[in-house]
Every structure is written in C-alpha cells, then in structure tokens.
C-alpha cells in the first residue's frame, strides 16, 4: 500500500501561484509514477501532470504547458506541482496520485492509489 497526501491548496487571485506537495509513504518505490489529477465540480477528473520517478520523464497537460512544473524530491518522496499564472478555470480539487509502473499514463483509471485531493480557488 502507498499513502498520499497532499497539501498547499487554497484561495489565490487571478495570475498569482501556489505550490503542491504530494507526500508519498507506505509501500514506496523508484518503479511508480506519479500524476497530478485536478477535477472541478460537474466534470471529469483529468490529467494535470505526471512524472516517472525512476527516468525523470514528465508529461503536461495542454492545459499546463508553460504554466505548471511537477517535480521530485527523491530523499523526502514527495512529489510538487508548482503552477503560476493561475487562472479562475484552474479552479478544482487537485488530487496526487500513484501507479506501478514507469511510464507516465493520462487516464486516471491507470492510477492505483490516490490521496484526498486539496481544494484550489482561483479568484478575485
């Protein structure tokens, strides 16, 4: 088993940034991805980002290019999504996830273990 929990969501305005952490306990291991999931209310969780924890390999949503960055911190297990420029569409419950495996997959069904998702309000 692999523990998630994230952590710093919350309100900001248009164009400011936040940063997430995903920490990952239990069960862990250089063979799993990770992927940053956001939904908002009345639609479908969806791919944000995601990052092979043994290569490196990253992928972004279109949604995130340019603005979003996830990385790693090997030594804490934790996991970051850094995103600038926010705007009010980014609006959503932003979910950590966990898969075996070493490729980065986009369809959350992929995903074996999930945290408790932190809110983020994008408004003025």
């Known amino acids: 088993q692999v523990q998630l929990v994230e952590s710093g969501g919350g309100l900001v305005q248009p164009g400011n940034s936040l940063r997430l952490s995903c920490a990952a306990s239990?069960?862990?291991?250089?063979?799993?991805?990770m992927g940053w999931f956001r939904q908002a209310p009345g639609k479908e969780r969806e791919f944000v980002a995601g990052i092979s924890w043994r290569s490196g390999s990253i992928f972004y949503a279109d949604s995130a290019k340019g603005r979003f960055t996830i990385s790693r911190d090997n030594a804490k297990n934790t996991v970051y999504l850094q995103m600038n420029s926010l705007k009010p569409e980014d609006t959503a419950v932003y979910y950590c996830?966990?898969?075996?495996?070493?490729?980065?997959?986009?369809?959350?069904?992929?995903?074996?273990?999930w945290g408790q998702g932190t809110q983020v309000t994008v408004s003025s």
């Open positions: 996830a966990a898969r075996w495996g070493t490729v980065v997959l986009k369809g959350p069904y992929e995903y074996d273990y």
């Open positions: 239990g069960r862990t291991s250089s063979s799993y991805t």
